[in-house]
């Protein structure tokens, strides 16, 4: 019987689309945001629905449709590294016509941030929960990584179904007034963000390419302490949307 359920997460899991959610917290909100969830396996069937009654209990009545208990071992064969909360899922990402439907959308009533070429999983998985949590858009990602990666789900805890995330080429970037983040660009304080802004940032290392710095349409600096090189990403992309947030008041 494992080895059955073992067999049809395999065939499940090389559909075009379907990608791997990491633990409790993620497959939560991949439920809860209407995401198409296909398979559940866990070491504990009654522990998991334990938990989800006191921390979700809008997604108790789907986890108790769709959790299948298997063994430790059996478990470990889909998921080598067991998320704490011994629970690991497959669902169906969102097609990439649908996301940039909703990226593109116009009149658009919260930023979309862009994150140019990207290298650190663990980061962009941190702005698309801070995206989320704040009600942006989306977030585009440029470069070769994958937004949808299974360390950048984790890094999100599955909030990639609360927002639009997907990759996309510069010239392919959605309409609206560009706002480059930028260590020459004009203090931030004195420059309120649209509701249909773009919210572009680039490298810690190298920020943003030419590319994108001559396709702005503003120029914009967050005020840092002399001899501090930059800000983490995320923090970055955490002050650029709290400062749209603040002038919605």
Do not use: C
């Not at 945001?33 to 809008?58: M, Q, S, Y």
């Not at 593109?104 to 009533?109: G, M, V």
């Not at 509701?195 to 940032?201: K, N, R």
Request: glycine residues 10%; hydrophobic residues 50%; proline residues 8%.
């Amino acid at each position: 019987m494992d080895d059955e359920v073992v067999r049809a997460w395999r065939v499940v899991e090389r559909e075009p689309g379907v990608v791997l959610l990491d633990g409790f917290h993620a497959l939560k909100h991949a439920l809860r945001f209407g995401g198409e969830v296909r398979r559940v396996l866990t070491a504990d069937r009654g522990a998991l629905l334990a938990l989800a009654a006191e921390l979700a209990p809008d997604v108790v009545a789907a986890l108790d449709r769709l959790a299948v208990e298997v063994p430790e071992p059996a478990l470990r064969q889909v998921a080598p590294r067991p998320h704490p909360t011994g629970v690991v899922a497959l669902a169906v990402r969102p097609s990439a016509g649908a996301n940039a439907a909703a990226l593109a959308a116009r009149p658009r009533e919260a930023p979309v941030v862009v994150l140019e070429n990207p290298r650190n999983l663990g980061n962009v998985g941190a702005v698309i929960r801070l995206a989320a949590g704040f009600g942006a858009t989306g977030v585009v990602t440029t470069g070769d990584l994958d937004p949808w990666h299974p360390n950048v789900l984790r890094g999100s805890a599955g909030l990639h179904f609360a927002t639009a995330v997907e990759r996309l080429a510069v010239p392919e970037l959605p309409d609206g007034p560009l706002y480059v983040l930028d260590p020459e660009g004009a203090d931030i304080r004195d420059l309120p963000f649209p509701d249909d802004a773009l919210l572009a940032f680039g490298t810690e290392r190298h920020g943003v390419s030419a590319e994108l710095k001559a396709r702005a349409d503003r120029l914009v600096a967050v005020p840092m302490r002399p001899g501090v090189s930059s800000f983490n990403l995320a923090t970055s992309v955490g002050m650029g949307l709290f400062h749209w947030m603040s002038g919605k008041r």
